[in-house]
């Protein structure tokens, strides 16, 4: 549900499809029977501790996060750079 800057490499909502679709349209999309989540709080349980991040399910970062934080800000071309 929320961009992921710790590892999954995931940075912005636009790219998530839960955020557009419900549960029920997703399993449309790739051909499922059904498709379902795990509550976020049984995270810890499921990986075997208490320590999991779960900022792309609740949304709640451990650290700060920059507000220019879209992997993609480097990739532009050096001939397309202007005054940078």
Known sequence: MHPCYYGTDIDSED???AK???AEEIAVI???DSLGYLP????????GGNGCCTAC???NY?????????????DRRLSEKKGD
């Open 40 to 47: 976020a709080e049984a995270l810890g349980k499921i990986a």
């Open 30 to 32: 790739i051909g499922a």
């Open 57 to 59: 399910f609740d949304g």
């Open 20 to 22: 557009r679709c419900s």
């Open 62 to 74: 451990p650290t700060a996060v920059s507000p220019n934080a879209r992997k993609d800000r480097f």
């Open 15 to 17: 790219k998530l499809i």
